[in-house]
């Protein structure tokens, strides 16, 4: 099947990869004339694992091809929109500025019995909008809304084989003309295994926003109990055991640490908000306000740590922070709180050095203020204090005896509870973990 992907970001690369992948015969599209010009020489722009290797085996293949022509995604069969959906400046709301440009742009070069297929994340109502312009334009021509659910750092694997289908249709009829085409371009996930539900519009849209705000409220639980467990003189990791082992819990993102951040939850949970005010349905979701707050809070809470475990005071203290992306595996660094925590110490008179394995690049151009060493020895000479913030896996295997010389005084906040405490502590750290003893 031929297809194109309109968009190519951290969604958009991945998805033209895997589809190629698949068998499909892709264009991939976006405006960014230097992205395309990377992806069309099998380079990244941006850090995913097994992206850049999946690039090259299905170039080499000729399935996939990329271009800043729209027109190249005429004689496609199914058009997938994967463009970004930020937040808008000084709102909670989404901006759908994007999504509208790819459908408008798209608009032109559908054919009858053409599908289109949204992909962003998107507040409920978007698809029916979309869709009406869409049949205004072209009858023939049905909008369907299957969400993502990938994770940065697993997007290849979550996209190849992902745990679940949803198709969202106009009628949420099994029967709609789209599903078996769908169906078709997901062929080898399906025939794995992966189960599929079929959804009207409201319902798809609906499916990646609550289960991202479900994410959000079970992170920020965890982080709630660990502020209660620092005030009782109790472990929260052995809690977070103890409540996981529950199958109604579960173990599964019960880590206290500096909260959650990145491209999609901080702004899908207040985008979801937002919608349900202008719905008149804003008291049902009045907790996620919390769930926000909490998270922020916790960047606070680390400062205050590092200047506790600095004896009281960070003014011109060498604090060396070990991890600028949101996440490990990933160079992202939109709404960081490892980042955000580095400035906020910055401005509070710490001389802050920043490393990270892939993300100093993108940290540099958000907050140039700041120190970058990616190397790790040099990055941590004659600190005062180390953050580990983002849980690398070199970073969780450094050795506490070796890093002990480096140092000026042998102190480390433990921001994602990775570490282990007694080995630290024997090797004469002073260590300070999050909601433990």
Known sequence: ??????????????HAACMAKLGHEVVGIDVDAEKIAELSAARAPFYEPGLEELLREVQDTGRLMFSTDMSDAHGSAVHFICVGTPQKKGENGADLSFVDAAVSGLLPFLSPQDIVVGKSTVPVGTAARLSAIVKTQEPGV?????PEFLREGH???DTLHPDRLVYGVADGSEDHRTIPVLDAVYGKPLAAGTPRLVTDH???ELVKTAANSFLATKISFINAMAELCEAAGADVTRLADAIGMDDRIGRKFLNAGIGF?????????????????ELGADQALTFLREVDAINMRRRTRVVELTRELCEGSLLGK??????AAFKPESDDVRDSPALSIAAQLQLQGAVVTVSDPKAIKNAATRFPELHYQADVELAVD????LLLLTEWEEYRELDPYALGDSVATRRI???????DAAKWRAAGWTYRGLGRP
């Open 413 to 419: 906040l433990d921001g994602r509870n990775v570490l």
């Open 318 to 323: 060498r604090i060396t922070v070990l991890g």
């Open 1 to 14: 099947m031929r297809v194109s992907v309109i968009g190519c970001g951290y969604l958009g690369a991945v």
């Open 382 to 385: 004659r600190a005062d204090a």
């Open 155 to 157: 997007a290849v694997s």
């Open 142 to 146: 049905d909008l369907v809304w299957n």
């Open 202 to 204: 409201p319902t798809a």
């Open 261 to 277: 951040g990145g491209g999609c939850l901080p702004k899908d949970i207040r985008a979801f908000m937002a919608r349900a005010g």
